[in-house]
T-cell receptor, first 115, second 110 residues
């Protein structure tokens, strides 16, 4: 099956700093990638849809200036959490579509802890 | 709004059969997915239904009734490794924009 790699798996950062999370499709080209956030014991919440070569589409309530998404190539999308605060601590997961669009493959997730 | 409901927790015995239900009310519908998620890991794909009926895949089967806004995941011959959270997700529009339920934590006991 298709492989999506997310890096880092976990990161601890200080309040006020920025953190970049990478999502790569290793063996396919992904025109569309999705970024989710999951708080403990809660559902995955879609944050934004990332399309290669264009601006990301953010879900209602997600601050686009705080969560910067760049989809510079067909195999890489990045999420940068800017000026991180403890309430941004969460599990961030990306997924990518293959050309068939019936199944999205998920990365391993990144656990972000802001101290 | 979007509403996807699943039971919070279920417990079943090794070797048994368990059914996890999911009801949904979404603004659009382009298929329903079931994912398995172990604690601290990303979800892994189990099944996809876009038409009414039953889809079988080894020990796992998934059923969909679009008119009732209802799906279930059936797990047979339960194994301890099946202990995980099971997520129901609706693709509400073309392009795999998924809305997830909160997940059902399944505990398999020996």
């Amino acid at each position: 099956g298709a492989v999506v790699s997310q890096h880092p798996s976990w990161v601890i950062c200080k309040s006020g700093t920025s953190v970049k999370i990478e999502c790569r499709s290793l063996d396919f080209q992904a025109t569309t990638m999705f970024w989710y956030r999951q708080f403990p014991k809660q559902s995955l919440m879609l944050m934004a849809t990332s399309n290669e070569g264009s601006k990301a589409t953010y879900e209602q309530g997600v601050e686009k200036d705080k969560f910067l998404i760049n989809h510079a190539s067909l195999t890489l999308s990045t999420l940068t959490v800017t000026s991180a605060h403890p309430e941004d601590s969460s599990f961030y997961i990306c997924s990518a579509l293959t050309g068939e669009d019936t199944e999205a493959f998920f990365g391993q997730g990144t656990r972000l802890t802001v101290v | 709004g979007q509403n996807i409901d699943q039971p919070t927790e279920m417990t079943a015995t090794e070797g048994a059969i368990v059914q996890i239900n999911c009801t949904y009310q979404t603004s659009g519908f382009n298929g329903l997915f079931w994912y398995q998620q172990h604690a601290g890991e990303a979800p892994t794909f189990l099944s996809y239904n876009v038409l009414d009926g039953l889809e079988e895949k080894g020990r796992f089967s998934s059923f969909l009734s679009r008119s009732k806004g209802y799906s279930y995941l059936l797990l047979k011959e339960l194994q301890m490794k099946d202990s995980a959270s099971y997520l129901c997700a609706v693709n509400k529009e073309y392009g795999n924009k998924l809305v997830f339920g909160a997940g059902t934590i399944l505990r398999v006991k020996s």
